[in-house]
C-alpha cells in the first residue's frame, strides 16, 4: 500500500522540518504519518472512492498534506520532500539512529562538516573534527563513535529457549550490586517471540558510572561494543555468543523506557497515536503535556495515563490488545 511509503516521507518531513526549527509543523506531519501508517484501506482507494474530501477526513490530514498526498497519488512524488531533501541531503533516519545525534544536530553536522551519512559522521569523528565544534567537545565525540558501532554491528538470532535462562544469568549476576534498583529484560525477550535478535536489559541506579563498569568486565564478556556513562553493549559468550545492550535510567523514567523497549514496533506506533490524539506525546522519556511529565515511573501508570488498562508484555503486538485495554478501562468505575 502507498500508505506506508507516504507515512516514511511524511516522518522525513517532519524530521527536516525539525531540523530547520519550524514550530507545529513537525508534529503535523508526524501525526499524518502514524494516521496514515495505520489505516486498514489503502490511501490511494479512499481517494479513488471519495476524493479530496475523503482524505481530509483521516485524523492529521488537513488540507496541505491532503495536497501532498493527491500529488504522491498522481506523480509518485512530493515536490516539497524533494527540496528538502536537496536542501539538505543527508540520510537523516540514519544519522539520529545515533544515540545523541537529534535532527538540529544533523542540520548543524552538515552545515559545519557537510557530514551527509554514517560513515561520513566515523570518519568526522575518527579524525577528531567533532570535538572542535561548539557544545560538542572530545567526550561527545567518544560518545558519538560509540553510538556509531550500536547501529553499524549485525546481529544474529536465536531461539527463545536458548537464550532465555542465559538472560536469566545475566540479571541474577547484575542484581549482585546493591547499586541495582529496578531490573528488567526488555524487546523481544520480554515479549516472548519464538526467536531474539539480542537482549536489552534496563535499569535504575544512583551509580551508572558503577553499574556500566561491572557490567562491561562481567565472567563472560568478550567483546565491548561500546561503553557511555549511562548505556554499554557487549557480547556474552553463555554457551552462544549473544549481544546484550544496557541501559541505566532515573526512576522517572523506567517505566516509560520499559514501555519503549519492550515494543513490538506496531504497538508502539499505536500508542503514539492514542497520546498524540489527546494532545499528548509518548516516547521512552515519558508521556508529556508539553514540556510537562504526567507519567513514566511505570508502566502501568503510562498505560493508565492513556485511559487504558495495563497490557501484559507477551500480548503487545498490535493485534488487538489496545482495543481490549481501551475497553476494560471504559468499563470501570472511574474509567480506569
Not at 508534529?27 to 490511494?44: F, G, H
Not at 538470532?157 to 544469568?169: D, N, T, Y
Not at 526488555?186 to 536489552?200: M, Q, W
Not at 506506533?269 to 511505570?298: H, Q, S, V, W
Request: aromatic fraction near 6%; hydrophobic fraction near 35%; avoid cysteine.
Amino acid at each position: 500500500m502507498a500508505n506506508r511509503e507516504l507515512a516514511k516521507i511524511f516522518n522525513e518531513i517532519a524530521l527536516y522540518f525539525e531540523m530547520d526549527g519550524a514550530p507545529f509543523k513537525p508534529q503535523a506531519y508526524e501525526k499524518a504519518a502514524i494516521n496514515l501508517e495505520t489505516l486498514s484501506e489503502d490511501v490511494k482507494d479512499i481517494y479513488k472512492k471519495g476524493g479530496r474530501e475523503a482524505l481530509e477526513e483521516i485524523p492529521g490530514v488537513g488540507k496541505n498534506i491532503a495536497d501532498k498526498v493527491i500529488e504522491y497519488i498522481k506523480v509518485g512524488r512530493i515536490k516539497e520532500y524533494e527540496k528538502l531533501k536537496k536542501k539538505t541531503p543527508v540520510s537523516i533516519d540514519e544519522l539520529i539512529s545515533v544515540e545523541g545525534i537529534g535532527p538540529k544536530g544533523v542540520s548543524y553536522l552538515y552545515k559545519k562538516l557537510k557530514i551527509k551519512n554514517l560513515k561520513d559522521l566515523e570518519r568526522a569523528a575518527k579524525a577528531g573534527k567533532i570535538r572542535n565544534l561548539p557544545n560538542f567537545g572530545k567526550k561527545k565525540e567518544q560518545n558519538i563513535l560509540e553510538g556509531i558501532e550500536f547501529v553499524k554491528r549485525s546481529k544474529g538470532r536465536f531461539l527463545l529457549g536458548e537464550i532465555l535462562p542465559k538472560v536469566q544469568e545475566i540479571i541474577s549476576e547484575l542484581k549482585k550490586l546493591k547499586e541495582i534498583k529496578q531490573i528488567s529484560e526488555a524487546g523481544s525477550v520480554r515479549r516472548r517471540k519464538e526467536t531474539i535478535g539480542d537482549v536489552d536489559i534496563l535499569i535504575t541506579s544512583p551509580n551508572p558510572k558503577k553499574v556500566i563498569d561491572y557490567f562491561t568486565v562481567m565472567p563472560g564478556v568478550v567483546k565491548i561494543w561500546g561503553k557511555g556513562p549511562t548505556k554499554a553493549s557487549v557480547r556474552l559468550s553463555v554457551g552462544v555468543g549473544i549481544d546484550v545492550d544496557l541501559r541505566v535510567l532515573p526512576n522517572s523514567q523506567f517505566g516509560s523506557a520499559l514501555q519503549y523497549f519492550t515494543g513490538s514496533k506496531e504497538h508502539n506506533i499505536i500508542l503514539r497515536k492514542i497520546a498524540i490524539d489527546k494532545g499528548l506525546k509518548l516516547n521512552e522519556y515519558g508521556l508529556f503535556r508539553g514540556p510537562k511529565m504526567i507519567a513514566g515511573r511505570t508502566e502501568k501508570e503510562v498505560y493508565a495515563a492513556l485511559k487504558m488498562d495495563y497490557i501484559e508484555p507477551e500480548l503487545r503486538e498490535n493485534q488487538g490488545e489496545i482495543e481490549a485495554a481501551l475497553r476494560q478501562a471504559r468499563g470501570k468505575p472511574n474509567g480506569l
